[in-house]
């Protein structure tokens, strides 16, 4: 049944156009649902997905989180292989390295991933000296290195989904700020969006680092802040090479990629800002290029191209949030990913579309990413473990 705003009326309505709200509104489509609405305040794809890395990766010290990528590896590998996919999975690779006070926690990981048959391996610094001869090995005393991590392009995907999404009929509303939730006796009744108002008994939250702002419209408090980073894009006066992979140096938390014979560089703030202004600050600056710099000395030349700018989406412990119904009847809430959202968040939107459509989801199960976990008190997660 084609939508037509005449009737006001849907069965869905997803807040967000970004990786995660299409991918929740493609599984409902093709899971049978007729009348799908995804608002978006702006081009679908264009805030925190659009500006994303696209790492894919195994590498980390949670089971939890290795289950998360393996499950959107699931969803995506038939998007790699279509033919009108535009996009490709770089497996260029992900390197660790560890100093001293980081060598017990590698090499848990390590020991983590390799029983979930990740092909981690752990290299000591000669063998770094050998396959890395750019980098700094000073205070290093060893290293993960997977090759079977990579990269997606963002958009790639967004532009698959998009397709699919509009050739199942799902309405997509770009352009528009959703600024009232209507809910009555515990339950969503409508959502409102400029001079839009569609009624509708399930409303999804995927709104990213917008995600609490759009929670309190449906009385839900839900602890997801907005984070600004920045990375830096070198020129191409710098001496690394062109096929260098990611490389996190756990030890300061810079990381550097080779990318269209440029370097992009970050840095894991040492401290947290919060707040939807993206305007980087020359002190943020500084310390991308300080500590990259430092690592990589074929960067201590190299002048700085662009900047990137965009907002990650914290929780108070690190880990996303799935939530359905559980304060309001009807909202649902997948949001929350901590700068993983193209890694981890297509599997907890299937997860959602499952629970939608059936009331269970056999593919993950999401009760480890319940909102109500915030109500207890509990000790936040060491937040840079989320680096491994």
Request: aromatic share 8%.
């Given at each position: 049944m084609a939508f037509s705003f005449m009737d006001a009326r849907a069965d869905v309505v997803i807040i967000g156009a970004g990786i995660v709200g299409l991918t929740i509104a493609f599984e409902l489509a093709r899971g049978g649902v007729p009348r799908i609405v995804v608002f978006d305040t702006g081009a679908p794809g264009q805030q925190s997905t659009g500006r994303a890395t696209g790492g894919i990766r195994r590498q980390f010290g949670s089971a939890l989180e290795i289950r998360l990528t393996e499950a959107t590896l699931e969803?995506?590998?038939?998007?790699?292989?279509?033919?009108?996919?535009?996009?490709?999975?770089?497996?260029?690779?992900?390197?660790?390295l560890a100093g001293p006070e980081q060598r017990t926690r590698l090499d848990d990981a390590c020991r983590l991933q390799q029983s979930h048959g990740v092909r981690t391996e752990w290299l000591e610094p000669e063998t770094l000296?050998?396959?890395?001869?750019?980098?700094?090995?000073?205070?290093?005393?060893?290293?993960?290195?997977?090759?079977?991590?990579?990269?997606?392009?963002?958009?790639?995907?967004?532009?698959?989904?998009?397709?699919?999404?509009?050739?199942?009929?799902?309405?997509i509303r770009p352009q528009r700020q959703v600024h009232e939730i209507e809910v009555g006796k515990g339950r969503v009744r409508a959502v409102r969006a400029d001079d839009e108002r569609v009624e509708a008994p399930t409303v999804v939250n995927a709104a990213g680092a917008w995600a609490g702002t759009v929670a309190t419209l449906a009385g839900v408090r839900l602890p997801v802040q907005p984070s600004p980073r920045?990375?830096?894009?070198?020129?191409?006066?710098?001496?690394?090479?062109?096929?260098?992979?990611?490389?996190?140096?756990?030890?300061?938390?810079?990381?550097?990629?080779?990318?269209?014979?440029?370097?992009?560089?970050?840095?894991?703030?040492?401290?947290?800002?919060?707040?939807?202004?993206?305007?980087?600050?020359?002190?943020?600056?500084?310390?991308?290029?300080?500590?990259?710099?430092a690592r990589f000395p074929g960067l201590q030349n190299a002048g700085i191209a662009r900047i990137i700018s965009g907002l990650y989406e914290v929780t108070p412990d690190g880990l996303p949030?799935?939530?359905?119904?559980?304060?309001?009847?009807?909202?649902?809430?997948?949001?929350?990913?901590?700068?993983?959202?193209?890694?981890?968040?297509?599997?907890?939107?299937?997860?959602?579309?499952?629970?939608?459509?059936?009331?269970?989801?056999?593919?993950?199960?999401?009760?480890?990413?319940?909102?109500?976990?915030?109500?207890?008190?509990?000790?936040?997660?060491?937040?840079?473990?989320?680096?491994?």
């Amino acid at each position: 049944m084609a939508f037509s705003f005449m009737d006001a009326r849907a069965d869905v309505v997803i807040i967000g156009a970004g990786i995660v709200g299409l991918t929740i509104a493609f599984e409902l489509a093709r899971g049978g649902v007729p009348r799908i609405v995804v608002f978006d305040t702006g081009a679908p794809g264009q805030q925190s997905t659009g500006r994303a890395t696209g790492g894919i990766r195994r590498q980390f010290g949670s089971a939890l989180e290795i289950r998360l990528t393996e499950a959107t590896l699931e969803f995506y590998w038939p998007i790699f292989s279509d033919s009108d996919f535009n996009g490709r999975f770089e497996r260029d690779g992900y390197l660790f390295l560890a100093g001293p006070e980081q060598r017990t926690r590698l090499d848990d990981a390590c020991r983590l991933q390799q029983s979930h048959g990740v092909r981690t391996e752990w290299l000591e610094p000669e063998t770094l000296r050998e396959r890395y001869p750019y980098v700094d090995l000073s205070n290093i005393i060893g290293a993960t290195w997977c090759a079977d991590d990579g990269f997606i392009d963002p958009w790639s995907i967004v532009q698959w989904l998009l397709q699919r999404c509009r050739a199942l009929g799902v309405v997509i509303r770009p352009q528009r700020q959703v600024h009232e939730i209507e809910v009555g006796k515990g339950r969503v009744r409508a959502v409102r969006a400029d001079d839009e108002r569609v009624e509708a008994p399930t409303v999804v939250n995927a709104a990213g680092a917008w995600a609490g702002t759009v929670a309190t419209l449906a009385g839900v408090r839900l602890p997801v802040q907005p984070s600004p980073r920045i990375q830096i894009v070198t020129d191409t006066t710098h001496s690394l090479p062109a096929t260098t992979p990611l490389i996190v140096d756990l030890s300061t938390g810079g990381y550097v990629r080779g990318i269209a014979g440029r370097i992009l560089a970050g840095v894991s703030p040492a401290k947290e800002r919060f707040g939807f202004d993206l305007e980087p600050t020359s002190d943020e600056v500084e310390a991308i290029a300080a500590h990259v710099s430092a690592r990589f000395p074929g960067l201590q030349n190299a002048g700085i191209a662009r900047i990137i700018s965009g907002l990650y989406e914290v929780t108070p412990d690190g880990l996303p949030v799935a939530s359905a119904g559980e304060h309001v009847e009807g909202f649902c809430t997948v949001a929350g990913f901590n700068g993983h959202g193209i890694m981890h968040g297509p599997a907890l939107s299937c997860a959602m579309a499952d629970l939608i459509l059936h009331g269970r989801s056999t593919r993950f199960d999401v009760a480890p990413f319940s909102a109500r976990r915030f109500e207890v008190k509990s000790v936040a997660r060491d937040r840079s473990s989320s680096l491994i």
